[in-house]
């Protein structure tokens, strides 16, 4: 970790970090992005009419109307947190993302933090504010380890998240990847807590199941179900934010499963 003061001091100081850590070549930096500071302003007149209408609704007698307003109070409370989070992560402006070819550099608050793809774990959180929300209304948050082994967290107020997520999470499976099916075809045991994987078995704890029984690996609502053939129970199902390096791990499981069928077949 380096410390840095002023934006030209950080620049210089991540250009080191970068050369040091041998991240490779520059691709590009994110900074905080821009939220409309009146965004708030609809939860807070939500939450007004809800309390109007739960007022009136159990003044004159209508429970029902008196609970249809609490419900809209509270989906505007809920909302109001949403935006004034919003809001509170874009105006964290001495924070930037640098990424390398080799891995990130994190700044914020003049502390920097390097990141390399073929030693790092990612672990990610991704939330809709609504069934087809706008860019504004997704929540984003990547948990990722820097090279002194600590946690670095990037959040939605970093512009363009869907875009640095998906090349953070490139980047380490290409670093990681043939690593990873390389320790695999020497017969190694690998970890994604709690799942575990082998060339012969998916494991999920103490219980563990060959690949020609496995069904398939779903993912809904951000919860990830491990199907077993002639089984109603999942092998495991849990969210997918407490999954280490989840593409990885997914890769190495399609292809195990794919190679699993392909003999079963033949």
């Not at 073929?118 to 991704?126: A, H």
């Not at 990037?154 to 499976?173: D, K, M, S, T, V």
């Not at 199941?209 to 990830?224: I, K, M, N, R, T």
Request: charged share 20%; net charge neutral; aromatic share 6%.
């Amino acid at each position: 970790m380096v410390t840095s003061g002023g934006d030209s001091g950080v620049t210089g100081a991540v250009g080191d970090a970068a050369e040091r850590a041998m991240l490779g070549r520059y691709l590009r930096t994110y900074r905080p992005g821009h939220v409309d500071a009146r965004r708030p302003l609809l939860g807070a007149g939500v939450i007004a009419a809800g309390i109007v209408v739960a007022v009136i609704g159990f003044a004159v007698g209508l429970p029902a109307v008196g609970v249809l307003g609490i419900v809209v109070l509270l989906a505007g409370a809920a909302r109001l947190l949403w935006d004034l989070g919003l809001l509170g992560s874009a105006h964290q402006r001495g924070s930037r993302l640098d990424l390398y070819q080799h891995g990130v550099v994190a700044s914020d608050g003049g502390q920097v933090r390097v990141v390399r793809y073929d030693s790092t774990t990612v672990r990610r959180k991704i939330v809709h504010a609504a069934k087809d929300p706008a860019a504004e209304d997704v929540s984003y948050r990547y948990t990722i380890m820097d090279t002194d082994g600590e946690p670095v967290v990037l959040r939605h107020g970093i512009e363009c998240p869907r875009q640095w997520g998906a090349q953070i999470e490139q980047g380490i499976l290409d670093a990681q990847l043939p690593v990873a099916q390389a320790a695999l075809d020497a017969g190694a045991r690998l970890e994604f807590a709690p799942m575990w994987l082998t060339s012969a078995e998916l494991g999920a704890g103490s219980e563990s199941v060959p690949w020609s029984q496995v069904g398939d690996l779903a993912v809904v609502g951000g919860w990830l179900s491990v199907r077993v053939r002639g089984r109603a129970q999942p092998l495991e199902s849990l969210p997918l934010c407490l999954m280490p390096n989840y593409m990885v791990f997914r890769a190495l499981a399609e292809r195990l499963h794919a190679t699993s069928a392909a003999g079963s077949a033949g």
